[in-house]
């Protein structure tokens, strides 16, 4: 409801919707009959908003809906690439991250108005879903693995720094081992950063629901597992270039790490674990990288 100032979390960090519902229909997904069709704000109103937040002080904003590059169509209006330009062109220390992207929607255009930005963080969350055409089709997701690698490819041509997570569901109905080693091969090839990952949960009401499910839930649990390990030692290995190099850091609060005093995100939203007693919420800090975890980076 536009004119109700939302309630926020304490500083640094907000988030911002610029979009309301979704068009999409991947068939394991309940969203579009729970929140209705696509709805866009006007830009006026989201560009008038975030210059509020940092005004207020708010330093890492996320614009927030469930396709962020579909905003625009319901209306006619400008499209997501230009909202992010006009939204970087507001005055101020801040970042400015968005999600979700989906890979049938991203462009390059996107990538360029990032590239070209001076609050656009370098990061992007491009759910994949699976490395197999065949259940990517059945996922209703309107792309294949050679498109979505080519976005990657082009992302990291114009970012080489850029950090990529993505979403990745196993046991998806019909899903062979064939099916499964796709999606493992294209974890090798793409490499990234992070995943979130889940086993396949059925939604009644959506398409695939209804479809037929020869997979036990043994063997799910055991492609997951193999899955996890897989991707476990790609982040691990990609944070270990981090070691002994400075990276500029938002304080967003105490560590639960009792070996540090603070922790806080890169850019690229990548978890650092701080010694230095002397900081505080909401600082930006220049961080020593001296040891690194799966998950984490650690330093002073």
Same mark, same amino acid.
């Given at each position: 409801?536009?004119?109700?100032?939302?309630?926020? @979390?304490?500083?640094?960090?907000?988030?911002?919707?610029?979009?309301?519902?979704? $068009?999409? =229909?991947?068939?394991?997904?309940?969203?579009?009959?729970?929140?209705?069709?696509?709805?866009?704000?006007?830009?006026?109103?989201?560009?008038?908003?975030?210059?509020?937040? +940092?005004?207020?002080?708010? @330093?890492?904003?996320?614009?927030?809906?469930?396709?962020?590059?579909?905003?625009?169509?319901?209306?006619?209006?400008?499209?997501?690439?230009?909202?992010?330009?006009?939204?970087?062109?507001?005055?101020? /220390?801040?970042?400015?991250?968005?999600?979700?992207?989906?890979?049938?929607?991203?462009?390059?255009?996107?990538?360029?108005?990032?590239?070209?930005?001076?609050?656009?963080?370098?990061?992007?969350?491009?759910? +994949?879903?699976?490395?197999?055409?065949?259940?990517?089709?059945?996922? $209703?997701?309107?792309?294949?693995?050679?498109?979505?690698?080519?976005?990657? /490819?082009?992302?990291?041509?114009?970012?080489?720094?850029?950090?990529?997570?993505?979403?990745?569901? +196993?046991?998806?109905?019909?899903?062979?081992? %064939?099916? =499964?080693?796709?999606?493992?091969?294209?974890?090798?090839?793409?490499? &990234?950063?992070?995943?979130?990952?889940?086993?396949?949960? @059925?939604?009644?009401?959506?398409?695939?629901?209804?479809?037929?499910?020869?997979?036990?839930?043994?063997?799910?649990?055991?492609?997951?597992?193999?899955?996890?390990?897989?991707?476990?030692?790609?982040?691990?290995?990609? $944070?270990?270039?981090?070691?002994?190099?400075?990276?500029?850091?938002?304080?967003?609060?105490?560590?639960?790490?009792?070996?540090?005093?603070?922790?806080?995100?890169?850019?690229?939203?990548?978890?650092?674990?701080?010694? $230095?007693?002397?900081?505080?919420?909401?600082? &930006?800090?220049?961080?020593?990288? %001296?040891?690194?975890?799966?998950?984490?980076?650690?330093?002073?």
């Amino acid at each position: 409801i536009e004119g109700i100032t939302p309630l926020r @979390k304490e500083q640094p960090c907000a988030w911002l919707s610029i979009m309301y519902g979704c $068009n999409n =229909y991947c068939s394991y997904c309940i969203v579009p009959y729970v929140r209705g069709r696509e709805r866009s704000r006007d830009p006026k109103l989201i560009l008038s908003e975030l210059d509020t937040l +940092v005004s207020e002080g708010y @330093k890492d904003i996320t614009l927030l809906v469930q396709n962020v590059n579909s905003y625009g169509n319901d209306t006619g209006d400008i499209d997501f690439s230009e909202l992010l330009k006009r939204a970087d062109s507001i005055e101020g /220390d801040f970042r400015l991250r968005f999600m979700t992207s989906h890979p049938k929607d991203a462009s390059r255009k996107l990538f360029d108005v990032m590239a070209n930005s001076r609050h656009i963080c370098r990061s992007v969350h491009l759910p +994949v879903q699976s490395g197999s055409d065949r259940i990517l089709k059945l996922m $209703n997701r309107k792309y294949d693995a050679e498109k979505y690698c080519e976005l990657i /490819d082009y992302a990291r041509s114009v970012m080489p720094d850029i950090t990529i997570t993505s979403d990745v569901i +196993v046991g998806f109905p019909g899903e062979t081992e %064939d099916d =499964y080693n796709k999606t493992i091969e294209l974890l090798n090839k793409v490499r &990234f950063d992070s995943l979130f990952t889940f086993i396949y949960s @059925k939604r009644p009401g959506t398409k695939a629901a209804l479809m037929e499910d020869a997979t036990t839930p043994q063997e799910k649990q055991i492609r997951f597992d193999k899955l996890l390990e897989v991707q476990n030692q790609i982040s691990r290995s990609i $944070n270990e270039t981090y070691l002994n190099r400075k990276v500029r850091v938002l304080i967003d609060g105490k560590s639960e790490d009792p070996n540090y005093d603070f922790k806080g995100r890169t850019n690229g939203f990548k978890l650092v674990h701080i010694k $230095n007693d002397r900081l505080k919420t909401g600082d &930006f800090a220049d961080v020593t990288i %001296d040891r690194v975890s799966t998950w984490a980076l650690f330093g002073r």
